[in-house]
C-alpha cells in the first residue's frame, strides 16, 4: 500500500469508534429506563474486556494473512486453522504499518462484536457474565473464525485452493464481526431466557417498548459516518481495494442503509398503519451490517436492493422470533446483525461485479461454518462459562431492575420507576 | 433437545467440510453443499422448537 493510502486509512480507523457509540446508543435505547445505566456501563466495560482479551490472546490467534499458520493438508489441499503469531502482544510489530493498522482494525472489530450479544441480554444479563462471555468471543470465538476469514485460513484460501471464485468474501466483517456477534446474542437469550413477564400464561408476547427512542435515532444516525469508515477501512486493509473505490464504498454503505430503512419504514406503515420508530432503526442498522460484506464489489443499484432485502427479512425475523420462538431480543440482534450479515454474504455471491465461478458457493461454506461451526461452538462455551458464573440476574433484581440491583443507583434518579408495570395482574 | 439441535448443526457443517475436501466436480459439491445446509437448518429449527417447549414449562 502506498504512503497515501495509509494516511487514509489512518484517518478511516479514527472515525470507526462512532460506529461502536452508534451501536452503545441504540441498545441503551432500546433497553428499559431501569437498566439504560447499566447497559451504557455494561457497554463499556465489554469494549475494554473485548480490547484488552484479544490484544493478548485473541490476536496470537487471529494472525495475519501474509504470515504461516497452522494448518493440515488433506487431498494435497491445506487446511489452515489456526494463527501462528506470539501472545501477550508480543505479535505486534510497530515497524510495519500496515499491520499495525490492520490490527487496530482488528481491534475495533471486536469491540463491536461484543457489543452485540449486550443487546439481545438486556435487562437480566449481570455485568460479571457479561464479561465473561465477552473474554471467551474476544479471546476464541471472533479470533477463530477471523483468522478463517482475514488471517489467511481455509475460508479465504477457498479460492486458490479449491477453485471456489475468489474464497469467501466479507468485506469489512458482515460475517466476521456482525453474524458472529448475533450468534451470540442468540446463544446468550438462549441460556437466559426470556425477561420476567415477558411472555404471558397463554404464550402471548408483552410489548416492551424501548425507553429512549430519541437515544435510539441518534445512535443511528452516529453510525453511518463510523459504518462508511469501517466498510473503507476494511476494503483497503484486506483486500487491498484501491483508493479510488473508497467514494463507491461510502455510496453503497448509504444506499444500502437507506433501502432497508425505506423498506422497514413503508413495510410497518402497511402492516401495521403507522411507521414503527424501532423497528425502522433496526431496519437502518440491518442495512449498514449488510453493506459491509462487499459494498466494494457492488453496484449502487444492487446496493439498494440489498438494503431493501435485508429490511423485509428484520422486520419478519425478529416478529417470527419473538411471537414463535420465543427468542426475547429486546433489541432485534439477531435479526438484525445475524439474519441480515448472513444475507449480505450472499449478496457478495449474487452481486459482486467480475465474479468468478463458484464465488457463490464460497460464500455458501462461510454461511454454512457460521451456523454449523460457530453457534454450536459459541452456545457450548457460553454454557460452560454460565455452569461456573451464573449468567442471569435472581427474581429481585429483575423485578427492582438491573440498574438499583447492580449498580445502586437508577439513571433518571429523579424519575418515578414503576417496577410492577408488567406484572399480569 | 437442545444438543441434539447442535449437534445436527455440527453435523451438516462435517458434511459440508468433506464435500469441499474430498469432491472435485462442481455439482456433486453444490449438491452435498447444499445438502449441508438443510441439516444445519434442521438442527436450527431443533434448537428453536426446543426453547418454545422450555419456556412453555416454565409459564
Not at chain 1, 503469531?85 to 499491520?99: I, K, Y
Not at chain 1, 450468534?183 to 408483552?206: C, D, E
Not at chain 1, 402492516?271 to 466494494?296: E, M, T
Request: charged letters at 10%.
Amino acid at each position: 500500500m502506498t504512503e497515501a493510502s495509509l494516511e487514509l486509512c489512518l484517518v478511516l480507523l479514527l472515525l470507526v469508534p462512532l460506529a461502536i457509540a452508534g451501536l452503545s446508543l441504540v441498545n441503551g435505547g432500546l433497553g428499559r429506563s431501569h437498566s439504560s445505566a447499566h447497559a451504557m456501563l455494561s457497554s463499556l466495560c465489554v469494549v475494554s474486556v473485548a480490547a484488552i482479551f484479544y490484544l493478548f490472546v485473541g490476536a496470537g490467534l487471529m494472525g495475519y494473512a501474509d504470515e504461516p499458520g497452522y494448518g493440515v493438508t488433506i487431498a494435497r489441499h491445506g487446511w489452515n486453522w489456526f494463527g501462528s503469531e506470539n501472545f501477550f502482544l508480543h505479535h505486534l510489530d510497530a515497524g510495519h504499518a500496515q499491520s499495525a493498522l490492520t490490527g487496530a482494525l482488528e481491534l475495533f472489530a471486536v469491540a463491536m462484536a461484543a457489543l452485540i450479544p449486550l443487546s439481545a441480554g438486556a435487562d437480566r444479563w449481570r455485568l460479571g457474565a457479561s464479561s465473561v462471555s465477552t473474554a471467551l468471543l474476544a479471546s476464541l470465538l471472533y479470533p477463530l473464525f477471523g483468522h478463517w476469514v482475514w488471517g489467511g485460513g481455509w475460508l479465504a484460501q477457498l479460492g486458490a485452493q479449491h477453485g471456489m471464485g475468489r474464497g469467501f468474501l466479507d468485506m469489512s466483517g458482515a460475517g466476521t464481526v456482525q453474524a458472529v456477534g448475533g450468534i451470540s446474542a442468540l446463544a446468550v437469550t438462549w441460556l437466559l431466557g426470556p425477561r420476567r413477564n415477558k411472555y404471558l400464561k397463554s404464550g402471548m408476547a408483552t410489548a416492551i417498548p424501548g425507553h429512549n427512542i430519541v437515544i435510539v435515532l441518534f445512535g443511528c444516525a452516529l453510525m453511518l459516518p463510523g459504518w462508511m469508515a469501517l466498510n473503507a477501512a476494511g476494503a483497503m486493509l484486506f483486500y487491498q481495494v484501491p483508493v479510488g473505490l473508497v467514494p463507491l464504498i461510502a455510496v453503497n454503505t448509504l444506499l444500502c442503509g437507506a433501502g432497508s430503512l425505506l423498506a422497514a419504514l413503508g413495510l410497518t406503515r402497511w402492516r401495521f398503519g403507522k411507521p414503527d420508530a424501532s423497528l425502522c432503526a433496526n431496519g437502518w442498522v440491518g442495512g449498514l451490517v449488510a453493506s459491509s460484506a462487499a459494498a466494494a464489489w457492488i453496484s449502487p443499484l444492487s446496493a439498494l436492493l440489498t438494503g431493501l432485502v435485508a429490511g423485509v427479512l428484520i422486520i419478519y425475523t425478529v416478529e417470527f422470533l419473538e411471537l414463535k420462538f420465543f427468542v426475547d431480543d429486546p433489541a432485534g440482534a439477531v435479526s438484525v446483525h445475524a439474519v441480515t450479515g448472513i444475507w449480505g454474504l450472499l449478496s457478495a455471491g449474487i452481486f459482486a461485479r467480475d465474479a468468478v465461478a463458484g464465488q457463490m458457493l464460497a460464500q455458501l461454506v462461510g454461511v454454512a461454518t457460521l451456523l454449523g461451526c460457530v453457534l454450536p461452538l459459541t452456545y457450548l462455551v457460553n454454557w460452560c462459562a454460565q455452569c461456573v458464573y451464573r449468567y442471569r440476574i435472581d427474581d429481585d433484581g429483575e423485578r427492582l431492575g438491573i440498574d438499583l440491583h447492580e449498580l445502586g443507583a437508577g439513571a433518571y434518579p429523579e424519575f418515578v420507576v414503576h417496577g410492577d408495570e408488567f406484572i399480569q395482574r | 433437545m437442545r444438543v441434539a439441535g447442535l449437534l445436527l448443526m455440527l453435523s451438516g457443517w462435517v458434511i459440508v467440510l468433506t464435500a469441499v475436501a474430498l469432491l472435485s466436480s462442481q455439482t456433486s459439491r453444490t449438491a452435498f453443499l447444499v445438502c449441508g445446509l438443510g441439516v444445519e437448518v434442521l438442527g436450527l429449527i431443533v434448537c428453536l422448537r426446543f426453547s418454545v417447549r422450555e419456556e412453555g414449562r416454565q409459564r
